[in-house]
């Protein structure tokens, strides 16, 4: 049996953000989903993570669950056997970007979550597509299932991250770093940064996909995925 499987997911996702690697994955894997919630630090979520997850596993993050696992192999490198990052960021939080989240967060304390995840971060996931509406509505049912306590949170850990760039330049483990070719949240340079900086990496760019080719491009990621884990 291969080792166990660590999914993180991105920002306001739970589970169904890899449903599609679930069903392909756990046929003869080990799957485990760890949710991000709970801690307003990264390093207080990575903490909830190795008190949970198994001995060793091979980890895969998306978005903000790969800037989570970025700090996970910071912080316990002999835990982890790979790594997968997908559609993330290496780098601290630029400042005008942190000062964006106040009036997200004021919005949501205010009972606007919905409002919040329709009009400013929905409409920078996805590329066009025939899913495009099935997937967005997915996203809306995660967030409000998740609730404003947990973005709060996230935002909060989000702002403060650590720059993870010397991290990766001392991965010495098969990894991963997939993106998709529309993702304008964490777009391809950022992707080719961390390639550059991890030793014998793959790089992989999707077609069709933005932000989230777990679901936008599931087939094509399971097979990259597939790759990987062998």
């Known amino acids: 049996m291969r080792e166990p499987l660590v999914f ?21 894997t080990p799957v485990m989903v760890m949710p991000l919630a709970g801690e307003n630090t990264i390093r207080g979520l990575v903490k909830n993570i190795l008190d949970t997850a198994p001995p060793r596993f091979a980890l895969a993050g998306l978005s903000m669950g790969g800037i989570v696992a970025m700090e996970v192999i910071r912080l316990a490198p002999d835990r982890v056997t790979r790594l997968a990052l997908m559609d993330t960021n290496p780098r601290a939080e630029l400042p005008e970007v942190a000062s964006n989240r106040e009036p997200q ?69 098969p990894t991963l770093i997939l993106c998709g070719r529309g993702d304008i949240l964490c777009p391809i340079d950022r992707h080719e940064l961390m390639h550059a900086l991890i030793p014998h990496s793959q790089l992989v760019i999707v077609d069709g996909a933005g932000h989230l080719s777990t679901l936008e491009q599931p087939q094509l990621t399971n097979k990259v995925l597939r790759r990987w884990m062998v």
């Open 105 to 173: 967060k004021q919005a949501v304390r205010n009972g606007d979550l919905r409002t919040v995840m329709a009009e400013e971060m929905k409409p920078n996931y996805l590329v066009d597509g025939p899913h495009k509406p099935a997937i967005l509505k997915l996203c809306m049912d995660m967030a409000e299932d998740l609730g404003p306590d947990v973005f709060i949170s996230q935002s909060e850990a989000l702002a403060h991250r650590p720059d993870q760039q010397d991290t990766l330049k001392a991965v010495t483990v």
């Open 8 to 28: 993180l997911p991105g920002m306001m996702c739970d589970a169904r953000l890899f449903q599609p690697q679930i069903a392909e994955f756990s046929r003869d």
